[in-house]
C-alpha cells in the first residue's frame, strides 16, 4: 500500500531532501547550551546561546541573536551575533556588519565587513606537524 499525497506535497518533500543533504542543524533563539557540540562537514547555525566548545569541519553560522562563550574550532565561521573567546578556523572567519568577536583568532582568511566589532588578537591559523595535512576528527578532540 502506498500513500497518496496532497498537491504540492512533492514538492515540499524535495526541498526538504535537497535541505537533509546539506545537513542544516539548528540551535534555536531561547535556546541555551552548555557543554560541547561536535560536527562533521555539515553546516550549523546558532541562534541562541551556548557556553562550552563547538568542534567541527564544516561551517558554523552565528545568528544576530546567536552568542557564544568559549572555543570554536571549525573550517568557517560567520558571525553575525556574538563570541567571546577562542576561535580556530582551517577556512575562514567572516564577521558580518552586526557580528562581534572578542578574544583570540586563528585563521587562514579573517574578513572584517563595515560596522563589524573586533577585539582582542589574530595569527594565522598553521597546522600542526604531526598532522599530516589532515584536520583530526572533531569527535576525537577533547
Known sequence: MTAER?????????????????????IGEGITVVGSLNFGE?????DGRLEGKILGHGTLIIGQKGALRGEVDVGVLVLHGRVDGTVV????????????????????RFVMEEG??????SEPYS?????NDERPNPSDRR
Not at 555539515?42 to 546558532?46: Q, S
Not at 597546522?127 to 598532522?131: E, H, K, T
Open 6 to 26: 496532497k498537491p504540492g506535497e512533492e514538492k515540499f518533500w524535495r526541498r526538504f531532501s535537497r535541505r537533509e543533504k546539506q545537513a542544516l542543524s539548528l
Open 42 to 46: 555539515g553546516e550549523v547555525r546558532l
Open 89 to 108: 578556523a582551517s577556512d575562514s572567519i567572516r564577521v558580518t556588519s552586526t557580528g562581534r568577536l572578542c578574544g583570540r583568532v586563528h585563521a587562514v
Open 116 to 121: 563589524g566589532i573586533f577585539d582582542g588578537e
Open 127 to 131: 597546522i600542526p606537524a604531526s598532522s
